[in-house]
């Protein structure tokens, strides 16, 4: 090797190292592998690990189950309503053989709070050209990749090249939902994000087990005399058992001779530790997934999220799930027609208890915003003979569908004098 190339090789082999490592991670990233961030905790992190962690399993499962349990309806947009179609795609009662709809999307959702990608394949369409068989891909079998034109692709398994689905690519197989991307072809994983919080929480729960499951938690402890032999100290501790073991013995006054009882209480170590567990689950639920702590079982701390379960529910709505819910609507409308939405109902969570949700509904028949067979559907009842019609207050001035001054029939007065009024739809 000539004097040059070893100058060449010292000055500019680290930065070329570097380099090389750069494009190394980029290519992991683009695979949905690790990139090789060290868990200071001393854990391995992955997905699957994750989920043994109870609070990401609360998470993932309180998410996706909730959003997947929604009602869902494929509208049209006539002027400021919005109408159900009359014929919906199959996919959204069945999107395959093997899933119901209530299957595949929660299964969307937890790819989504997993891994931050969510690859749906399109396996079958209609004589319209249009999906009508949906499936998903495990998300960390799937590379994005992106061609010299600058079209995206996708490599299913390392080896089936799959083409993106979009409204200027109808002809595609996949539709990618993602979370937030940070600029890359994927979007980026809550796992990955909260790798290190993850990792302590798992470090923590196994010292925990290892503490408990060798047997170092003690009651208490007999202090003996230095000159009290073997045969001494084990009748005392047999006769300690025999009259104070079991719930029935609970609380009985205990007589220890030649002995003293020491009560154990919990060390300033043991107490840290609890804290450091607590603290990781509301870091874990709040900050990275936005789930309310109360909602993961920490109760004994005051909660921001509202006053009341109504109101906690409604914070959890507009912070956490509305998101995923327009992110999910947004990607899903792609598969329709132009001019057609897919609409998941929140009305379900909204929901206030049964005595406001009254008085909400009386006053929307009174203003004449529903009928009272509205009113029934609601409630799940069958529609009575003349319940389509609006019922204003007879002093109210009455407007047609036409939106034209109505004259106020006359009828027979009621019981409190006011004469109602009815109106045809």
Request: with cysteine.
């Amino acid at each position: 090797m000539s004097l040059l190339e070893r100058l060449d090789q010292f000055l500019w082999a680290p930065e070329r190292r570097a380099e090389q490592h750069a494009i190394d991670r980029m290519d992991l990233w683009g695979r949905g592998e690790s990139i090789g961030e060290p868990v200071h905790a001393g854990v391995e992190v992955s997905q699957e690990g994750a989920l043994r962690l109870s609070v990401v399993w609360r998470c993932v499962r309180l998410i996706s189950e909730t959003l997947a349990g929604l009602p869902a309806d494929v509208v049209r947009k006539k002027g400021d309503i919005r109408q159900p179609v009359e014929r919906p795609p199959a996919w959204l009662e069945q999107p395959n053989p093997e899933a119901t709809w209530f299957e595949f999307t929660e299964r969307v959702f937890e790819s989504l709070l997993m891994d931050g990608n969510a690859f749906i394949v399109i396996t079958a369409r209609d004589s319209t050209t249009f999906p009508s068989e949906l499936n998903t891909l495990n998300p960390q079998m799937v590379q994005v990749k992106r061609r010299r034109n600058g079209q995206t692709f996708f490599l299913w398994d390392g080896q089936r090249e799959l083409e993106r689905y979009g409204p200027t690519a109808p002809g595609g197989e996949v539709l990618h939902i993602r979370l937030a991307s940070g600029g890359t072809g994927r979007g980026l994983s809550p796992i990955a994000a909260a790798m290190q919080s993850i990792g302590l929480a798992l470090a923590a729960e196994k010292q925990g087990a290892r503490f408990y499951g060798r047997g170092q938690t003690l009651a208490g402890l007999m202090e003996f005399e230095p000159t009290a032999t073997q045969e001494n100290v084990d009748l005392t501790k047999a006769n300690w058992r025999r009259r104070h073991a079991g719930t029935d013995r609970a609380y009985e006054p205990g007589i220890l001779v030649g002995a003293k009882w020491k009560p154990m209480s919990v060390t300033p170590e043991e107490g840290q530790f609890l804290q450091t567990r607590a603290f990781q689950v509301e870091d874990i639920a709040s900050r990275f997934y936005g789930i309310p702590p109360h909602l993961v079982g920490l109760t004994e701390k005051q909660t921001s999220w509202g006053t009341g379960v109504e109101q906690q529910g409604i914070g959890l709505y507009r912070f956490t799930l509305r998101g995923h819910m327009i992110r999910f609507e947004q990607a899903m409308s792609q598969l329709l027609p132009r001019g057609q939405f897919l609409r998941l109902n929140p009305r379900a969570l909204l929901e206030a208890d049964s005595e406001t949700e009254a008085k909400v509904l009386q006053t929307a028949l009174q203003n004449a915003v529903i009928t009272r067979n509205d009113w029934r559907a609601i409630l799940d009842k069958a529609p009575v003979p003349g319940g389509d019609r609006f019922i204003l207050p007879a002093q109210m001035q009455i407007l047609t569908p036409a939106g034209e001054m109505e004259a106020k029939p006359e009828s027979a007065p009621s019981s409190n004098g006011k004469v109602p009024a009815e109106v045809n739809p």
